[in-house]
T-cell receptor, first 118, second 111 residues
Framework: GAVVSQHPSRVICKSGTSVKIECRSLDFQATTMFWYRQFPKQSLMLMATSNEGSKATYEQGVEKDKFLINHASLTLSTLTVTSAHPEDSSFYIC??????????????FGPGTRLLVL | AQSVTQLGSHVSVSEGALVLLRCNYSSSVPPYLFWYVQYPNQGLQLLLKYTSAATLVKGINGFEAEFKKSETSFHLTKPSAHMSDAAEYFCAVSDLNDMRFGAGTRLTVKP
């Protein structure tokens, strides 16, 4: 099956610094990647949809200047949390799809990245 | 806008017993419905999805779900629980543009 990796799996940073999270599709070309955020004991919330070579589409309430998404190739998307604060601490999960790029298609999820901002 | 409600944040069953995880949805258009499983500190894995074809959908690991429009439900079942089924399960609904997840149900399997 299709495999999606994320790096790093866990990161601790100081408040005010920026953190970059990578999402890679290892054995397929991902036309679209999705970024989710999951708070403890809560569900996933879609943050943005990322298409290769174009600007990401952000969900309402998600600050695009704070959560920078770059989808430079068909196998790599990055999420940069700029000037991170403790309230940004969360579990960030990416997913990728090979088909039409809509949320209805099968999404392959990465293992997630746990961010802790001190 | 669509939404999902998962009844029961925690379900506990004995090994070999029936698993029933409940999911009700709300959608203004014919929905696509999904069940995902999440093991600790891991991403999500698709169990099954409904895309307006057969109302009874079979997935991996022996799970299945039935779409009932009249009840706006998409409950997940498995005839016989296995210890390895212990995980967090998420129901999700999507329209053309968006996917919304339920709050999740933690399944515990007792030996």
């Amino acid at each position: 099956g299709a495999v999606v990796s994320q790096h790093p799996s866990r990161v601790i940073c100081k408040s005010g610094t920026s953190v970059k999270i990578e999402c890679r599709s290892l054995d397929f070309q991902a036309t679209t990647m999705f970024w989710y955020r999951q708070f403890p004991k809560q569900s996933l919330m879609l943050m943005a949809t990322s298409n290769e070579g174009s600007k990401a589409t952000y969900e309402q309430g998600v600050e695009k200047d704070k959560f920078l998404i770059n989808h430079a190739s068909l196998t790599l998307s990055t999420l940069t949390v700029t000037s991170a604060h403790p309230e940004d601490s969360s579990f960030y999960i990416c997913s990728a799809t090979t088909d039409s790029g809509t949320v209805q298609e099968t999404q392959y999820f990465g293992p997630g990245t746990r961010l802790l901002v001190l | 806008a669509q939404s999902v409600t998962q009844l029961g944040s925690h379900v506990s069953v004995s090994e070999g017993a029936l698993v029933l995880l409940r999911c009700n949805y709300s959608s203004s258009v014919p929905p696509y419905l999904f069940w995902y499983v999440q093991y600790p500190n891991q991403g999500l894995q698709l169990l099954l999805k409904y895309t307006s074809a057969a109302t009874l959908v079979k997935g991996i690991n022996g799970f299945e779900a039935e779409f009932k429009k009249s009840e706006t439900s998409f409950h997940l079942t498995k005839p016989s629980a296995h210890m390895s089924d212990a995980a967090e399960y998420f129901c999700a609904v999507s329209d053309l543009n968006d996917m919304r997840f339920g709050a999740g149900t933690r399944l515990t399997v007792k030996p």
